[in-house]
């Protein structure tokens, strides 16, 4: 599931070229919010953004890769 064997969330399997799953990326979307909200209530940076990312990713069947990222900033 990423790079951050520490992130909090789940991987997705692995899709057929092109596929891309919205239910994946909501669901990741709400654990990652949920993550983020239980951090930045007590002031520590963690998982959340990994599991973020990694929803991201999961949905359009791709690895979480520091070039992903920076693609991903461009959409956010």
Wanted: proline letters at 8%; aromatic letters at 10%; glycine letters at 10%.
């Amino acid at each position: 599931s990423g790079p951050f064997p520490d992130a909090a969330c789940r991987s997705a399997q692995p899709l057929p070229e092109g596929a891309y799953r919205p239910d994946v990326l909501y669901e990741g979307l709400a654990e990652a919010y949920a993550l983020a909200e239980a951090e930045a209530r007590t002031g520590r940076a963690g998982g959340a953004l990994d599991c973020f990312v990694s929803a991201y990713a999961a949905a359009q069947d791709v690895r979480d890769t520091p070039a992903f990222r920076r693609g991903l900033v461009a959409v956010l």
